[in-house]
């Protein structure tokens, strides 16, 4: 019987002879390649140029701001393009940038403000607004003792 019958037929050779044939091919291509593979050891690496560098340091930075602000799927996606694109550079590790550190003041103030008018509910909602938009006057002047 000759081995092209049993592969039209099916006979249970046909498997193993297919095998055998894939292995001979992926084998040949592999030592076809050998020639080509890895550089040497010693071999110089390339170096990235100054834009790529930069390109990726500002991936590195925006990466490490956007994990510290535990961003993930469509809320990273935005902040990813903006901050890539310069339009937004992170903050320095640790340190709020000058914004961010007036708006924290600015907010402890007020509620400390709102506390000792002891407000609540709608009137605490409408200090507080005015009060970070800056519409609000300070404490009212202390007086030293009030005489009678």
């Known amino acids: 019987m000759r081995v092209d019958s049993k592969i ?11 095998a055998v044939i894939l292995l001979a091919t992926a084998s040949a291509g592999l030592a076809q390649g050998q020639g080509v593979a890895a550089p040497e050891a010693g071999a110089a690496t390339r170096q990235p140029s100054a834009a790529q560098a930069a390109q990726q340091g500002r991936m ?6 956007a994990g510290r ?24 590790a640790g340190s709020p940038s000058p914004a961010q550190a007036a708006q924290r003041e600015r907010m402890s103030h007020c ?24 519409k609000t006057p300070a404490a009212p002047p202390a007086t030293g003792g009030r005489g009678g």
């Not at 996606?77 to 694109?85: H, K």
């Open 8 to 18: 039209r037929r099916g006979g249970p050779g046909a498997p193993l002879l297919a």
């Open 60 to 65: 590195r930075d925006c990466n490490a701001e």
């Open 69 to 92: 602000r535990d961003l993930t799927g469509d809320a990273r996606r935005p902040f990813m393009s903006e901050c890539l694109a310069g339009r937004m550079p992170p903050a320095a």
């Open 111 to 134: 509620n400390a403000e709102a506390a000792t008018r002891t407000l609540a509910a709608e009137a605490r909602r409408g200090f507080m607004r005015d009060c970070l938009a800056g």
